[in-house]
């Protein structure tokens, strides 16, 4: 159900072309309310495409009626004539729906630099298109459309009493902290105002998509959008919403790092024992983004002198001859010394847990990335995107 | 040659067992003088081998009279047993050579975590026989002992009218900057103090090796050790000094490059346009540590948005719109844009050049990089390193 499975939400996803396949590629998510609440967070990169430039304007008032997402081309460095595009897409959802442009956020994935008349034309198509299938149960069909190397969608949904929170998600590369090339819709029918949804979305993506590092690369695209309709007529208590905000915002995250492109291990980096929470994601992140260390689990390698090294490149608070490392368990390293032998370690389930005690402090942070591959390689080298 | 090629400098490199293949693997290089002047920079890493904590301490009173190298073991987290190795290394040079343990560097390289009683006794037996067989001609069998994983020796000489330098260096993965998995002896016949010695070594390495980032990974054993004997009775100009220097690691970081695990390009990265030269070098360093580039290098794909995703993600001074690139003399972007079609561009030769010019002032860097590549992952998945 993804999307349309909170009240007030029609949905639709829609072929026209974008895809060589045939398959959807452009999705429409537009909010029935009663109300009309919206909030974002966008890509750190500064190369930001023309969808992120104008969603970031149509954002700032916290007021969002509708969402059209694309893939099969990310508009991004295509210009004046990209910017357009995207601003066409917006005021023909807009004129359809009989709303303002300025209430339609607009998402592209895809490759870098397409966004010309041919693509134009197939992106207005597919918001004509998209608009005529909205329905209650469009919310599998978005998800499908907005699919690039993912193989399969991402849906979750959390329900809480009389309230409901859907999203949909697609990203399987580029997956970075400042949310790379993934786009993530969640819907609910809270009733929320629009610095709540502000406030719970960036706690929420915080601790979930910001610490999904799967190959370190940042795109230009990322969006994460919330969209309230308050159809339930309950307003929760912030914390409560917050909480199952970010029970759906880690499972589509896991659902993402489960489908990272050509990886063949999930690795969950748990790091403990750290002088404070910014010191225990540094320290996952260097380690999550160690191609020696990445390369190691692909070969189950359980090579903590990989992980201890990526560790000794942070600014971080430990004493390398004081630190603990356990693969799946086992403890291969203690005070920065050979403890149990390697062999012990089985790294062959896809599911690998290495744990890192920097024994300074009590504060702790999880990092998920994905090991480095053949297939990750070839992914990525073979075709363009 | 190599580290003979200077006069005063003996030389030798034996064969101990410490390689399962009988090739050398300890090396050792002693100062005959008149000077004994030493200078080293190292890994900036802060999880050091045991070989780096003692080599800190020799270096500080830019005194040294022989190095001892060993590859086949990194003796890196290896607690105070690994420790007392080193010690006892530098102590069985200094008895046999008739100088002060204080005055020996040791360098180690191999796997992390190999250290034991076995590693240790060979090691001391390299120190027997590697004195026994010093000779003026012996650089070339001590290039040889220090290599890893490398397919070649590396080894540079530099003349500039009655003074030489001449050089050997070892690595051929986890290149970084703060020098990594490298190591490196330069001797000189020079007649330099050690103050001058530091200072050019400090801006030579500064403007090669650690502008040298195959994998972006740092190692914990690097050094780059510069000895100087005054044979030649000449005390150059020290920019001439510096200058030759420069040139002769910059031939040693290209013959690294070259040499890279598994990769099939060779990349250099030219920033130009730059508001400074921090900026410059942050923005190479981007690009050359983008998997995504890297893997889209490896399938001769000039895919100029990855260049700029990665460029996106630094704060150098730029406007992502007005920021040109071209792949191999082919400029397929330009301010931001599109501009001649990919398929102008030729990336079969394995030297590639990317030119990245930000449009904002006049300061410019380079750094060295490689590919992304099925062969990476193979060697750094398949066997401990």
């Known amino acids: 159900m993804s999307v349309t499975a909170a009240q007030g939400f029609e949905a639709a996803g829609v072929a026209v072309g974008l895809k060589s396949t045939g398959a959807n590629d452009v999705a429409v998510v537009v909010n029935r309310g009663p109300k009309k609440v919206g909030a974002a967070v966008f890509t750190t990169n500064r190369a930001k495409a023309n969808p992120i430039l104008w969603s970031e304007q149509v954002?700032?008032?916290?007021?969002v009626e509708a969402i059209v997402l694309n893939s099969g081309g990310?508009?991004?460095?295509?210009?004046?004539?990209?910017?357009?595009?995207?601003h066409q897409t917006a005021e023909k959802a807009a004129e359809l729906l009989g709303i303002g442009a300025g209430d339609v956020l607009v998402c592209s994935t895809g490759l870098i630099g397409t966004g010309d008349e041919v693509f134009r034309g197939k992106v207005l198509d597919g918001v004509d298109q998209g608009i005529a299938a909205l329905s209650t149960d469009g919310g599998e069909a978005a998800s499908l459309a907005i699919m690039t190397t993912d193989s399969r969608p991402k849906r979750s949904v959390v329900t809480r009493g009389d309230w409901t929170i859907g999203g949909m998600a697609k990203g399987a590369g580029m997956l970075a902290p400042g949310l790379a090339t993934m786009l993530v819709v969640?819907?609910?029918?809270?009733?929320?105002?629009?610095?709540?949804a502000?406030?719970?979305l960036r706690e929420a993506t915080r601790v979930?998509?910001?610490?999904?590092?799967?190959?370190?690369?940042m795109s230009t695209n990322d969006q994460v959008t919330l969209l309230a309709s308050g159809?339930?007529?309950i307003r929760p208590d912030p914390v409560e919403f917050t909480s199952a905000l970010t029970e759906l915002c880690l499972d589509l995250a896991a659902q993402l790092q489960g489908d990272a492109e050509g990886a063949s291990h999930d690795i969950t980096i748990e790091v403990v024992g750290a002088a404070n929470e910014d010191d225990a994601v540094t320290v996952g992140r260097s380690v999550a983004r160690n191609n020696l260390?990445?390369?190691?689990?692909?070969?189950?390698?359980?090579?903590?002198?990989?992980?201890?090294?990526?560790?000794?490149?942070?600014?971080?608070?430990?004493d390398p001859y004081d630190v603990d490392v356990s693969f799946n368990g086992v403890r291969v390293c203690t005070a920065g010394g050979p403890d149990r032998p390697r062999e012990e370690v089985d790294l062959t389930p896809r599911a690998t847990h290495i744990l890192i005690d920097l024994r300074v402090g009590d504060a702790a942070a999880?990092?998920?990335t994905n090991d480095l591959t053949h297939d990750y390689v070839h992914e990525n080298s073979a075709y363009s995107s």
């Open 293 to 318: 260390f990445k390369a190691a689990i692909f070969g189950n390698d359980p090579n903590w002198g990989r992980v201890l090294a990526a560790i000794g490149t942070t600014d971080a608070a430990f």
């Open 186 to 196: 969640v819907t609910t029918d809270a009733d929320l105002d629009a610095a709540a």
């Open 208 to 217: 979930s998509f910001d610490r999904l590092d799967s190959d370190g690369c």
């Open 231 to 233: 159809a339930s007529g």
């Open 59 to 63: 954002i700032g008032d916290g007021l």
């Open 74 to 86: 990310a508009n991004c460095f295509t210009g004046s004539f990209g910017f357009q595009t995207t």
């Open 198 to 200: 502000d406030a719970a």
């Open 366 to 368: 999880t990092i998920l």
